[in-house]
């Protein structure tokens, strides 16, 4: 049985374009500034306080993990008061550490930091299926993954994109279904969490190309036409038909990316009988026609 969580986030072609190590000693603050990509950051010892996009701060300690989609502003500071001493925002260069606060005070914290770019075509569907912000706590086994990526992002070894890119899709797996925040929030986990939602998600996932019905997969989840469409959309933050349609486009950017097949064999493999009908929903929903589309893509290098 396909699983749509591991198909995602496989589309999504993680990179690594920045990583770094840092630390912090005495009272020190960083403000910083986003373009809204998506980053994430483990702590390696002691504890710090986060604020993201303005939202409340957050204290996090060692084993901690944190995923944040889409960044424009953030604070981090130290889990103490001032103390009047060294400058709170001086930045040290110490061997292959970022050291924040006083550089030759004991450190009272250590952070890995890495930010996240994707090749695949289209992230909207994942994005919008996301938490603003997702946080494993204590989790002992995302540090290590962390560790490992950071390792491989600094050797230059055989290799190195594909297993950098299955260690980012298993560190993207591994703290999503580890974070309680993500059945909490509508969304894509959410969803695959509920009993009767679930399978017929994995049913899209299997057959997009099938001419669903609300009614079709109402009677699959055991549920009356109402109920099915309302519980859909609760749990997972779309109605049936735009999670197949915005589902579908995504299967189809991908193909056109990767210009496996021709339109009409693409047209036919995410449910449409005719490469003009396909073309005029690709169009609505992109922006672009088909033909155009791959030819557009920057990932195609052209």
């Given at each position: 049985m396909i699983d749509p969580l591991a198909e995602i986030v496989s589309m999504?072609?993680?990179?690594?374009?920045?990583?770094?190590?840092?630390?912090?000693?005495?009272?020190?603050?960083?403000?910083?500034?986003?373009?809204?990509?998506?980053?994430?950051?483990?702590?390696?010892e002691g504890s710090i306080n986060l604020s993201i996009n303005g939202q409340p701060d957050i204290r996090l300690e060692a084993d901690d993990f944190?995923?944040?989609?889409?960044?424009?502003?953030?604070?981090?500071?130290?889990?103490?008061?001032?103390?009047?001493?060294?400058?709170?925002?001086?930045?040290?260069?110490?061997?292959?550490?970022?050291?924040?606060?006083?550089?030759?005070?004991?450190?009272?914290?250590?952070i890995l930091i890495g930010r996240l770019a994707f090749g695949a075509p289209d992230t909207t569907l994942v994005f919008a299926l996301l938490p603003c912000l997702l946080l494993v706590r204590g989790q002992a086994r995302l540090t290590d993954l962390v560790r490992m990526i950071r390792e491989e992002a600094k050797a230059e070894r055989a290799a190195k994109g594909i297993v950098l890119e299955r260690l980012l899709q298993l560190l993207l797996i591994e703290a999503l279904r580890s974070d309680a925040a993500g059945l909490e929030t509508p969304g894509l986990l959410r969803g695959l969490a509920d009993r009767q939602l679930g399978p017929v998600i994995r049913l899209l996932h299997e057959a997009p190309s099938r001419s669903w019905t609300v009614d079709e997969l109402a009677r699959a989840a055991t549920l009356s036409r109402s109920a099915f469409f309302d519980r859909f959309q609760k749990q997972t933050g779309m109605a049936p038909m735009?999670?197949?349609?915005?589902?579908?486009?995504?299967?189809?950017?991908?193909?056109?990316?990767?210009?496996?097949?021709?339109?009409?064999?693409?047209?036919?493999?995410?449910?449409?009988?005719?490469?003009?009908?396909?073309?005029?929903?690709?169009?609505?929903?992109?922006?672009?026609?088909?033909?155009?589309?791959?030819?557009?893509?920057?990932?195609?290098?052209?």
């Open positions: 999504l072609q993680p990179s690594l374009p920045f990583s770094k190590m840092a630390s912090g000693a005495g009272y020190w603050r960083v403000d910083g500034a986003g373009d809204g990509s998506p980053f994430f950051a483990v702590i390696l944190v995923l944040i989609p889409a960044a424009y502003a953030f604070t981090m500071s130290s889990d103490c008061e001032p103390d009047g001493g060294s400058d709170p925002l001086r930045v040290t260069k110490i061997g292959d550490e970022t050291r924040h606060g006083d550089p030759s005070g004991q450190p009272n914290m250590r735009e999670y197949l349609l915005s589902w579908r486009m995504a299967l189809a950017k991908d193909m056109l990316r990767r210009r496996d097949g021709g339109i009409k064999e693409i047209a036919r493999r995410v449910g449409y009988g005719s490469a003009s009908a396909f073309s005029v929903a690709f169009s609505k929903f992109t922006g672009l026609p088909p033909s155009q589309y791959g030819r557009a893509d920057p990932t195609n290098g052209m």
